[in-house]
């Protein structure tokens, strides 16, 4: 700002840059599909996950309980159960 303006009335510029806002905003929108994507991907491979880890525990349930010939018994302690249905 300390050079003279130009014959325009606008002050002296040393370089210019101009930005195409179209395809910047082109390339966010194929971005943000790309993360939904990725985050449904996600979602979908935890849901699995933890499908197989609950099937696996009642698998080892099952083998344990004909191993024992009874199913475990709860080892809550007394008064647990009343403490857990109550509501305030």
Avoid: C, I, W
């Amino acid at each position: 700002m300390l050079k003279k303006k130009s014959a325009d009335g606008y002050y002296h510029r040393e370089k210019s840059v101009s930005f195409n806002l179209l395809q910047s905003r082109q390339r966010a929108t194929r971005t943000s599909v790309k993360k939904a994507s990725e985050d449904e991907e996600l979602v979908s491979l935890s849901k699995q996950l933890v499908e197989d880890a609950v099937l696996r525990a009642v698998q080892q349930y099952m083998e344990e309980t004909q191993q024992n010939g009874t199913a475990p018994k709860d080892e809550a302690p007394p008064g647990a159960a009343g403490k857990l249905n109550t509501t305030k």
